[in-house]
Nanobody, 127 residues
Framework: QVQLVESGGGLVQAGDSLRLSCAAS????????MGWFRQATGKEREFVAA????????YYPDSVKGRFTISRDNAKNTVYLQMNSLKPEDTAVYYC????????????????????WGQGTQVTVSS
């Protein structure tokens, strides 16, 4: 498994932007499919964004489409989540995830498709 460390969370107001980063260990980051998930208090973890190993394919649920952008820099072993026009309902702990085995050429949206997880970073959006 790979180690993932998220950063960039914080307290912002509605309408603001944040960029989350996830740094991955290992020398084969470019072969991993990556994703972001979030979990609000009292709710199940939900999919937020995914990116293929090459970065050529991305996928978002309707709840964040047009506001969030996932990207990756394989030279820096880092995946990013740019979050714009934040809403109070975006408040959650955000987790970075990696799929390091099996097919990693495609975007993945289900929790069970990822085998490595970060510790999470809190994002709080006030109204």
């Amino acid at each position: 498994q790979v180690q993932l460390v998220e950063s960039g969370g914080g307290l912002v107001q509605a309408g603001d932007s944040l960029r989350l980063s996830c740094a991955a260990s290992g020398r084969t980051f470019s072969s991993y499919a990556m994703g972001w998930f979030r979990q609000a208090t009292g709710k199940e973890r939900e999919f937020v964004a995914a990116i293929s190993r090459s970065g050529g394919n991305t996928y978002y649920p309707d709840s964040v489409k047009g506001r969030f952008t996932i990207s990756r820099d394989n030279a820096k072993n880092t995946v990013y989540l740019q979050m714009n026009s934040l809403k109070p309902e975006d408040t959650a702990v955000y987790y970075c995830a990696a799929r390091t085995s099996g097919s990693t050429w495609y975007v993945r949206s289900r929790i069970e498709e990822y085998d490595s997880w970060g510790q999470g970073t809190q994002v709080t959006v006030s109204s």
